[in-house]
């Protein structure tokens, strides 16, 4: 059950940052979206390690 919400939480999170690195391609301009990305980042990284911890 927490592995399919892992998996989930991933997808979102990869998304988010493709979407992210899209729109800062397209436009040449830092956004906003590429805070979001660095948070979505370390979050996930803690993510992992808890998941590993457990």
Do not use: C, E, G, W
Request: aromatic share 16%; charged share 10%.
């Amino acid at each position: 059950m927490f592995y399919k919400q892992f998996i989930a939480f991933m997808n979102t999170m990869y998304t988010l940052r493709a979407n992210s690195l899209k729109r800062i391609h397209s436009f040449h301009v830092v956004h906003p979206l590429d805070f979001i990305t660095i948070i979505s980042l370390l979050a996930m990284i803690i993510v992992i390690v808890a998941f590993f911890i457990m």
